[in-house]
């Protein structure tokens, strides 16, 4: 890209090589997330073992007001 900033070719060809990239990050911290919030969901009973995700889905669910 002939006469184009570094700003144009960083949007313009850098970005959209870096979608699928990012696509992939954001699947897989979004799945390693989960799976920390859904096994202890599972596996713990009492309050005082629930991890700081699980405590605080208790919370809102326990005390929202629909």
Same mark, same amino acid.
């Given at each position: *890209?002939?006469? $184009? !900033? /570094? /700003? #144009?070719?960083? /949007? #313009?060809? @850098?970005?959209?090589?870096? #979608?699928? +990239?990012? +696509? !992939? $990050?954001?699947?897989? +911290?979004?799945?390693?997330?989960? %799976?920390?919030?859904? /096994?202890?969901?599972? &596996?713990?009973?009492?309050?005082?073992? #629930? &991890?700081?995700? &699980?405590? *605080?889905?208790?919370? @809102?669910? %326990?005390? $929202?007001?629909?």
């Amino acid at each position: *890209m002939d006469g $184009a !900033s /570094w /700003w #144009k070719i960083y /949007w #313009k060809i @850098v970005m959209p090589l870096c #979608k699928p +990239v990012t +696509v !992939s $990050a954001s699947l897989l +911290v979004f799945i390693f997330s989960w %799976e920390s919030f859904m /096994w202890p969901l599972i &596996v713990t009973q009492s309050k005082e073992y #629930k &991890v700081l995700q &699980v405590a *605080m889905g208790d919370f @809102v669910t %326990e005390h $929202a007001t629909f």
